[in-house]
């Protein structure tokens, strides 16, 4: 989770004193908005695994990322626009891809079927980790991290390298919460 967070405030560190290394690697930039949102779902994370969790700052963390995804959604497809458009120091194709939102909600629905103890019982929450996984890795072996690569499916071709490293140790975390959480005693993970 720390290194996670590190990563996201050094991209946002880069966005502020427009240090480009800390922005993209190497031509795909993660943006403000997806920087915020990781942090928002690493918070979430870190409220799920918490003794007692924390389960509603892991419901607020995972809905705020959600919507702030949705609302880029919303203004692409309304204004081609999206939360980023009037930072000074990007270029043109820095936007949160598709394949950033779609990460962002299955890794949002598995922190909200974590923190429900009814989701839990259904095991939504192994099936958002497993997804993500399966998704992220994908990316990993689809995408070139180089905007406009023709080999990348549409979805993951804006994605930057930082985005999906986040997203790697992410699913990663929210998988071993999934298969360790259900182990421990329903009084020790219930709020």
Request: aromatic share 10%; glycine share 6%; proline share 6%.
């Amino acid at each position: 989770m720390a290194f996670g967070l590190a990563v996201v405030a050094f991209n946002l560190l880069g966005w502020s004193f427009d240090l480009q290394p800390l922005v993209r690697f190497p031509d795909a930039a993660m943006v403000p908005s997806t920087a915020v949102s990781l942090a928002l779902l690493f918070i979430g994370s870190a409220a799920v695994f918490a003794l007692p969790p924390k389960n509603n700052t892991a419901r607020i963390c995972s809905l705020t990322a959600a919507v702030i995804a949705m609302v880029n959604i919303g203004l692409r497809l309304t204004a081609d626009l999206d939360l980023d458009y009037l930072i000074p120091n990007r270029t043109a194709g820095d936007r949160m891809s598709g394949g950033t939102i779609l990460c962002i909600m299955v890794s949002a629905a598995t922190i909200l079927a974590l923190s429900s103890e009814k989701l839990r019982k259904f095991e939504f929450h192994l099936s958002g980790a497993i997804a993500g996984l399966q998704l992220i890795i994908a990316v990993f072996f689809l995408c070139r991290f180089v905007p406009g690569t023709p080999q990348a499916p549409l979805i993951f071709e804006a994605m930057s390298l930082y985005t999906a490293v986040c997203f790697l140790v992410l699913f990663i975390i929210l998988f071993v919460a999934a298969v360790i959480l259900p182990l421990l005693q329903p009084e020790d993970i219930d709020a």
